[in-house]
Nanobody, 122 residues
Framework: VQLQAFGGGLVQAGGSLRLSCAAS????????MGWFRQAPGKNREFVAS????????YYADSVKGRFTTSRDNAKNTVYLQMNSLKSEDTAIYYC????????????????WGQGTQVTVSS
């Protein structure tokens, strides 16, 4: 499975962005999908995940109530709607396959997208 994330950009604090992650491959829709982010000088951290059906989602405490992840399996695309953005949300955002629950990723089978930069100005 190959992933391509896009939709990042520069936004003012309090604004919104929607990230998309397009997956290619015949089994793409069968995976739980996740979003991680990495800020400069920090470790990569879990943001959100959705089950293969989209019925179950998990969020990091830092984004609960502000971010929403969803998926459209007909389009092999996962979304991350980010509202009420804060300067601390500034990071490169990555999507990943085989993500289950609050950030569990299968290291043997996971595929990572190339990342998309989100910059929130205060």
């Amino acid at each position: 499975v190959q992933l391509q994330a896009f939709g990042g950009g520069l936004v003012q604090a309090g604004g919104s962005l929607r990230l998309s992650c397009a997956a290619s491959g015949p089994t793409a829709a069968k995976y739980g999908m996740g979003w991680f982010r990495q800020a400069p000088g920090k470790n990569r951290e879990f943001v959100a995940s959705t089950s293969w059906s989209g019925a179950t989602t998990y969020y990091a405490d830092s984004v609960k109530g502000r971010f929403t992840t969803s998926r459209d399996n007909a389009k092999n695309t996962v979304y991350l709607q980010m509202n009420s953005l804060k300067s601390e949300d500034t990071a490169i955002y990555y999507c990943v396959t085989t993500c289950a629950g609050p950030g569990y990723v299968d290291p043997e089978f996971a595929s990572w997208g190339q990342g998309t930069q989100v910059t929130v100005s205060s």
